[in-house]
């Protein structure tokens, strides 16, 4: 049986080239994406997680369009996958909503391309999400990743998608599509 599992997208704090901590922009085909994937693997909520206000109005223009306007005439899938998302200012805020819902702490997952020494494989992942009795929050980074205050927040590491490769600059919507069907697959 499928667990409590949530995902954020994190557009801050992220990495910029230069490794500083940045803001990154909101990308309407993410939303719809991961929205989409999410609601295929029976994942509970998807919060998409950006401090600036001016990205803050782009998650909620697609929200209202597509889950309280025209466009749930339109396509009703779409508006099923877009009601799992839940805009948040800051990953504490996503922690404390998880935390006031089922009166436990999230057990957080760290996601990226690169390859970290103490990372787990997907096997172990899926082993974890299956028999843990909390919930499970997997993060997402954009622009050039997740800076290291995440993954000390983080209980996991989870490998690379394509840790040997010598391109792995998968786009974040593939990524995840990827990784949550490692974790789960066929768990719905």
């Known amino acids: 049986m499928l667990s409590d599992v949530r995902i954020a997208l994190i557009h801050y704090p992220v990495l910029g080239k230069d490794g500083k901590i940045i803001s990154s922009a909101v990308t309407n085909l993410d939303i719809h994406d991961i ?6 693997y029976g994942i509970k909520k998807y ?7 001016a990205q803050q109005e782009v998650v909620k223009a697609v929200l209202k369009y597509w889950v309280d306007g025209i466009g749930k005439e ?5 508006t099923e ?6 805009l948040k200012s800051y990953i504490e805020d996503v922690i404390e909503t998880i935390e006031a819902e089922t009166n436990k702490k999230p057990l957080m997952f760290f996601t990226s391309a690169k390859k970290r020494n103490n990372s787990i494989s997907y096997e172990e992942g899926r082993e974890i999400v299956r028999s843990t009795d909390r919930p499970v929050l997997v993060l997402f980074g954009t622009s050039w990743g997740m800076p290291q205050e995440l993954l000390d927040m983080c209980d996991y590491v989870l ?30």
């Open 81 to 86: 996958a877009l009601q799992l998302v839940e």
């Open 47 to 53: 919060y998409v997680v950006t401090n600036l206000p």
């Open 35 to 40: 929205a989409r994937t999410a609601r295929s």
């Open 159 to 188: 490998e690379p998608v394509r840790a040997r490769s010598d391109y792995n600059h998968l786009s974040v919507r593939a990524a995840a599509a990827i990784i949550i069907d490692r974790l789960i697959g066929e768990e719905v």
């Open 74 to 78: 339109q396509n009703i899938s779409r």
